[in-house]
Nanobody, 115 residues
Framework: QVQLVESGGGLVQAGGSLRLSCVASGSFFSIALMGWYRQAPGKQRELVAV???????NYADSVKDRFTISRDNTKNTVYLQTDSLKPGDTADYYC?????????WGKGTLVTVSS
């Protein structure tokens, strides 16, 4: 059974930064596709960034050049560095692990950006 635990959320002023972390249990983290999603109040969950097992990345247009996804396979951890935060980035941020089509989710960490 895979468990994902996010941390690093909080309250930050516009223009600030946060580093989100997600630790995964299980033995196949290093070959899984990892991603960060977010869901703002009243909106659907949306993709923020993904990283493949080989380190290739992809970002939503809204966060390109501001957010950076990375992973440390020795620690079963994926990170999301969020810079130049905007009030529109306020949301619950969820970690996702995809392994041959099976999806696993964490419980989320709340990021609140004040203007």
């Amino acid at each position: 059974q895979v468990q994902l635990v996010e941390s690093g959320g909080g309250l930050v002023q516009a223009g600030g930064s946060l580093r989100l972390s997600c630790v995964a249990s299980g033995s196949f983290f290093s070959i899984a596709l990892m991603g960060w999603y977010r869901q703002a109040p009243g909106k659907q969950r949306e993709l923020v960034a993904v990283i493949t097992s080989s380190g290739s990345t992809n970002y939503a247009d809204s966060v390109k050049d501001r957010f950076t996804i990375s992973r440390d396979n020795t620690k079963n951890t994926v990170y999301l560095q969020t810079d130049s935060l905007k009030p529109g980035d306020t949301a619950d941020y969820y970690c996702n692990l995809n392994f041959y089509g099976a999806n696993y989710w964490g419980k989320g960490t709340l990021v609140t950006v004040s203007s």
